[in-house]
């Protein structure tokens, strides 16, 4: 018998006969690579299975590749999830192509036994413990009674062997641990990640042409990131699950090879895209620059794109890509504007697809990738499939199922493909969309064909053994919006760890839009308005000065863009302007439901408008730019195109090449202005003679008194039939106030339901009896292929512990100078709300209101209204209520002072704690001028305490009164109540808190 060494272990080498694949591996045998090999090696040669357990990218199947890939041996792989069923593993019987019979269909663990093969079940975690028990007779005693076939015994032959690979349960979604009576048959060896002397000595060996500092540098920065993400340092705010380790040290070091291993710009340009832009916060992707800067000791300058397609070849700055249809390229291209941002968006991707690498674009739901999507996954010229992934999907729906067919005018029952397996297949690119939505049953299901594996197994019904594996031609892109809360599910960090994640680019400056509409309608006054009217409505809709009543902000995308330039190119005429109009009107305002928000945005799009009358020949322009697009030559006009890059030889046809990417290395300089804004603010904006709360004392920069306004008219329009008062306090009682504002109330309260409502847990049963029968399991039946379980038990249940351990305390300025006109009486109506929805869904809150009640100027007066463990009944209501409503004459003070010890707020049970603050954030002595306040002793010193406690996983929500936009500077979320928005103030702030719950809390268990 033959004999091989590995890891100084002897291994027999047994002759392998059958068709199934050999996976190459190119694993370095490192000190504790050979310590973890021969704890693997000494168990199998002991006939006892082994379970790998350890974190994404440390190896795990690339261990068992090496391993058989040195005995010649084949390795039948099965990715495991909460879907899988024995039928997967096993076989099934499935009826033969002339319809008179049936045979049967071995599964991947009855081959593996059958032909002395090594199987993996992959993530066995994924998968439920009854599943794995009904093959325990497997990893126990080496046989197999086929109970869904024949019932005869399989042994498992010489060479046989079960190796399990699972992630942690901890710290990995969807991941169970298993129990100990399935374990306990196992040899389970942890997979400890690589230290940074055996990365360098991998990768050393690995890519020998690099230089070592290079490898040590990109070591640093790998090891550096992954201890900022573990210590919550960068990729906390974006909720994604982020990992960085010897998988990505092999695509930069893939890169570098490929564009210039001796060029700095190089290695700095393929570090950003590889360690920075995954991250969308402003200040992650600051840390990661500065990290990346200080190491390679350079900083990133941004290189123009240039770009050419000739001889089959897509010519991209310092990369050549294959296209397999040179004039759908070049169509393609053509038919797209391309700003410096979608540019630079391309630049990465065709990165991506240069290295093979499998593609994650991320997006915010309203950036709208949709409308580009030809332009980064048809560049190639081959066709795309999709697949839309949503959740409750099954597996078969992606990768195939037992379907009635006809044949020569006869049903049968038979195998189809589904979208996944079709485009596999046919080499065709492949877009998983919706991977956010759908669960780790269907997402896990693709893990070897993300990996270095890139093949797909199917199911035994299939009637194929072989797994399928990806063609050349194929590239995997996943599309998914960013995780907006921790209720929401994500894709797992094992499976992120597979693709290169690229942000598409937000398209929101307003040259870029303005350049993205010139692309299709001529330069000018057109675009420009547009482009100034697109910024804007979307500018108020995220202040909410527009749809401030809503649950949800409105959203406007580039679709709304591009529908609005649709409806100007297809009803071109003389009057322009009313057709603009019109297009603008449908696409933007008839969106917005209340009708004087409507009203207003229309006057605003009116004027925005104004100037396009006076091009009188605009439609005939708009006429010849459309000429331009059945052209396919256009893309020569396109200034950022450069055939001078590979012009070749009139005589050889030899091609010197230029775009090595020399002179953009060097960088280029561009010096701009700084960007400024008028502020529109006055003494009259904050003091004015006709004030109450200071008698009309308060002076411009003089800190007294109140707010200029019309005090008793305001009041009134709000209060509709309340005295006018004219002192610090408000002379109503509970029932008056409700049988005023009940209805309004009663409304937002149900509105703000539907926000906490718990979440919707969906168990898959089939039993042999029941009422509603699962077509896809009766078609299997009645074809020999499935059991008699063909009922359909699902069962859907209500988590209703979601919200266990979240804690909201309320902390509200009750100073003279924000009472007596609408804010008061808001502040009142949102707290009587948010005590109310909150305590209904038993979420515990207190309450605290904060002043200088003496006006003595260093006392701070804290009065608790309500205690967290306290129920918040009838005659607390009207408790706290009677309380807000008196004595409101004291002075303000600092807020920082209230944050010194935030855990006095909260119970010792609080595991999610919010605390939102109502002010408005001008200190103890107002100044004159915004700029003053934002940047004054207090508060600075109140933005470090609100950062200093986040560390410490509290949660602020701010909330300003007035108009100026203080608390958006001091808070990472903020709300802003304005006399414009003041009367929506419950529906704004439950809102708000209901998205910091979703976002910040998970249940811990």
């Known amino acids: 018998m033959e004999f091989v060494t590995i890891a100084s272990v002897k291994v027999p080498v047994l002759p392998n006969k059958s068709s199934f694949p050999i996976f190459p591996s190119s694993l370095v045998e490192t000190d504790s690579v050979k310590s973890t090999l021969q704890k693997i090696l000494f168990p199998m040669l002991e006939g006892i299975p082994v379970l790998l357990v350890g974190d994404a990218g440390v ?351 006869e049903t049968s029952v038979n195998w189809v493909d589904g979208p996944l397996t079709r485009a596999i297949r046919e080499g065709n690119v492949i877009l998983i969309s919706g991977l956010e939505s759908a669960g780790a049953e269907l997402v896990e299901k693709m893990n070897m064909l993300t990996d270095d594996a890139r093949s797909l197994a199917l199911p035994p019904e299939s009637g194929e053994e072989v797994p399928l594996t990806l063609k050349e031609t194929s590239v995997v892109f996943g599309l998914k919006t960013f995780r907006q809360s921790k209720s929401t599910s994500t894709i797992s960090r094992a499976f992120r760890n597979r693709f290169t994640p690229i942000i598409f680019p937000e398209l929101e400056e307003p040259k870029v839009i303005e350049e993205i509409i010139s692309f299709y309608l001529p330069e000018g006054v057109l675009p420009r308005a547009i482009a100034r009217f697109h910024i804007k409505i979307k500018e108020l809709a995220d202040k909410r000065t527009i749809g401030s009543a809503n649950l949800q902000p409105y959203r406007f995308g580039i679709s709304n863009l591009l529908k609005w330039k649709n409806h100007i190119y297809r009803y071109n005429e003389k009057d322009v302007r009313g057709v603009a109009f019109r297009g603008g009107s449908i696409y933007y305002t008839n969106q917005i439901s209340d009708p004087k928000e409507r009203a207003e945005v229309d006057r605003m799009l009116d004027g925005f408008l104004s100037g396009v009358e006076v091009v009188s020949e605009l439609f005939e322009e708009i006429e010849e730019k459309k000429k331009t697009f059945t052209v396919a030559s256009s893309l020569e006009k396109k200034q950022w195109w450069d055939p001078e890059l590979h012009k070749r030889d ?65 009041y009134k329009q709000f209060l509709k039939k309340r005295r006018i008062l004219w002192d610090y306090s408000i002379m109503v009682g509970l029932d008056e106030f409700k049988k005023v504002f009940g209805k309004e109330l009663e409304d937002v309260e149900l509105s703000l339901e539907q926000l906490f409502d718990p979440e919707i847990d969906i168990q898959r049963m089939y039993k042999n009896e029941g009422s509603r029968v699962d077509a896809r399991k009766y078609i299997s039946y009645r074809s020999g292929r499935g059991d008699t379980k063909i009922f359909d038990k699902t069962t859907i249940q209500k988590n209703d512990e979601k919200l266990k351990g979240v804690e909201v305390t309320f902390l509200l300025s009750k100073c003279r100078r924000i009472f007596n006109f609408e804010y008061s009486v808001a502040m009142l109506s949102a707290l009587l709300v948010s005590l109310h929805v909150l305590n209904e869904h038993d979420i515990a809150t207190s309450v605290n209101t904060f002043c200088d009640i003496k006006n003595s100027k260093d006392t701070i007066d804290i009065f608790n209204l309500k205690k967290a463990e306290e129920d918040y009944t009838q005659e607390k209501e009207e408790e706290v209520f009677t309380h807000l409503c008196k004595n409101w004459h004291g002075d303000s003070i600092p807020e920082h002072q209230l944050l010194l010890n935030c855990e006095k707020y909260f119970s010792p049970d609080a595991q999610t704690r919010i605390v939102v603050i109502i002010s408005d954030f001008r200190g103890q002595r107002a100044k004159e001028k915004i700029e003053a306040e934002i940047s004054s002793f207090e508060s600075r010193k109140l933005k470090e305490a609100v950062l200093k406690n986040q560390e410490k996983n509290y949660v602020f929500l701010g909330v300003g009164l007035g108009s100026r936009y203080i608390a958006e500077h001091l808070f990472t979320d903020s709300l802003q109540i304005t006399a414009d928005n003041f009367f929506s103030m419950p529906n704004l702030i439950g809102t708000e808190i209901a998205r910091l719950i979703q976002v910040h809390h998970s249940l811990r268990t």
């Open 59 to 409: 190896g795990k199947n690339a261990l068992i590749y090496y391993i058989n890939a040195k005995r010649n041996q084949p390795t039948l792989r099965f990715s495991f999830n909460e879907d899988t069923l024995p039928e997967d593993l096993i076989g099934s019987y499935r009826i033969l192509l002339d319809g008179k019979g049936f045979t049967w269909s071995n599964g991947p663990l009855t081959n593996a036994l059958e032909n002395g093969l090594s199987f993996v079940a992959d993530e066995m975690n994924l998968c439920a413990p009854n599943i794995i028990k009904r093959f325990s007779s497997v990893y126990e005693s080496h046989y197999l009674d086929l109970l869904e076939g024949s019932g005869q015994r399989v042994s498992g032959k010489s060479g046989f062997w079960f190796i399990g690979t699972q992630n942690p349960s901890e710290g990995f979604e969807g991941r169970k641990p298993l129990p100990f009576d399935i374990t306990k048959h196992f040899a389970v060896v942890y997979v400890d990640p690589y230290s940074p002397d055996e990365m360098f000595f991998i990768l050393k060996n690995l890519y020998k042409d690099l230089p070592e500092s290079s490898i040590q540098k990109i070591i640093r920065v790998t090891i550096e990131s992954e201890n900022r993400v573990k210590r919550g340092e960068i990729g906390k705010g974006d909720l994604e699950k982020y990992h960085f380790n010897l998988r990505t040290l092999q695509k930069y070091c893939n890169r570098i090879l490929a564009y210039g291993k001796e060029d700095q710009a190089v290695a700095i340009r393929e570090a950003m895209y590889l360690f920075l832009e995954p991250f969308r916060k402003t200040e992650d992707r600051a840390l990661q620059a500065s990290l990346i800067e200080s190491e390679f000791g350079g900083s990133v300058v941004r290189q123009s794109t240039k770009g050419y397609v000739q001889s089959n070849t897509i010519f991209w700055n310092d990369k050549e890509i294959k296209t397999w249809n040179e004039q759908k390229t070049l169509n393609i291209l053509s038919k797209y504007p391309t700003p410096n941002p979608i540019l630079e968006f391309l630049d990465k991707v065709l990165t991506a697809i240069h290295n093979k690498e499998n593609i994650l674009i991320e997006f915010r739901e309203d950036q709208d990738p949709q409308e580009f999507l030809p332009l980064f996954t048809e560049l190639t010229g081959i066709p795309i499939d999709s697949v839309m992934l949503s959740k409750g999907m099954h597996t078969s729906d992606v990768v195939g199922a037992l379907k009635p067919v006809k044949v020569n005018g």
């Open 650 to 714: 009139p005589l050889t046809g030899e091609a010197k090449k230029l775009n090595s990417g020399n002179e953009l290395k060097r960088g280029i300089e561009i010096n701009t202005p700084e960007t400024g804004g008028q502020t529109k603010e006055g003494p009259d904006a904050w003091y004015g003679k006709d004030t109450q709360g200071n008698n009309g004392q308060g002076e411009p920069a003089g800190g007294g008194g109140a707010w200029g306004y019309r005090t008793e008219e305001l």
